[in-house]
T-cell receptor
Framework: QKEVEQDPGPLSVPEGAIVSLNCTYS??????FMWYRQYSRKGPELLMY????GNKEDGRFTAQVDKSSKYISLFIRDSQPSDSATYLC??????????FGTGTSLTVIP | DTGVSQNPRHKITKRGQNVTFRCDPI?????LYWYRQTLGQGPEFLTY??????LEKSRLLSDRFSAERPKGSFSTLEIQRTEQGDSAMYLC?????WGFGTDTQYFGPGTRLTVL
């Protein structure tokens, strides 16, 4: 069983839609949870970071962590064509070693 | 602050050759990470440095791979006797110490390796 599972998509939505991206994980000891955005042939860029459980909001982005279900989510409101990218979830126990999902490819259609 | 830089950006080599990649982290960052990413997959952890000390290595890292960070600044990743399966994007990331409210990894643009 992989440490982190993420549906690879692809996901295609119309501009303005709410996007929901999700990951599940197997190690209940994870305490750092991150979402990255990666454009083609570029390095990942941190979008959201959450320590332990709870919600975090930043502009159009909301990250949720449900440790009881071992499930994390990223919501994108009012999606824009510029949001088209691959979204990666990542998690860590101590900040030493990080486990990434496979990434979900998102296309926002104008 | 110019971010994390990696050189070269692309490398094409023949099977059996050795290659070396360089990563220059953000200057005040004491942590440096190497990852490998293949098409359609997320980054896969290879190794991590705290200053000049290599503190963790993935068990996936074969003995053909070696990484150094001699003065706690830039790092090199060497792959000896390259194989076609080594073809991937090699990503470097850096960060400050974790757990003090500065928990962010910054990634470089990557070095794309193609082994013929």
């Amino acid at each position: 069983q992989k440490e982190v599972e993420q549906d690879p998509g692809p996901l295609s939505v119309p501009e303005g839609a709410i996007v929901s991206l999700n990951c599940t994980y197997s190690n209940s000891a994870f305490q750092y949870f991150m979402w990255y955005r990666q454009y083609s042939r570029k390095g990942p860029e941190l979008l959201m970071y959450t320590y332990s459980s709870g919600n975090k909001e930043d502009g159009r982005f909301t990250a949720q962590v449900d440790k009881s279900s071992k499930y994390i989510s990223l919501f994108i409101r009012d999606s824009q064509p510029s949001d088209s990218a691959t979204y990666l979830c990542a998690m860590s126990l101590t900040g030493n070693q990080f486990y990434f999902g496979t990434g979900t490819s998102l296309t926002v259609i104008p | 602050d110019t971010g994390v830089s990696q050189n070269p950006r692309h490398k094409i080599t023949k099977r059996g050759q050795n290659v070396t990649f360089r990563c220059d982290p953000i200057s005040e960052h004491n942590r440096l990470y190497w990852y490998r990413q293949t098409l359609g997959q997320g980054p896969e952890f290879l190794t991590y440095f705290q200053n000049e000390a290599q503190l963790e290595k993935s068990r996936l890292l074969s003995d053909r791979f070696s990484a150094e960070r001699p003065k706690g600044s830039f790092s090199t990743l060497e792959i000896q006797r390259t194989e076609q399966g080594d073809s991937a994007m090699y990503l470097c990331a850096s960060s400050l110490e974790w757990g003090f409210g500065t928990d962010t990894q910054y990634f470089g643009p990557g070095t794309r390796l193609t082994v013929l």
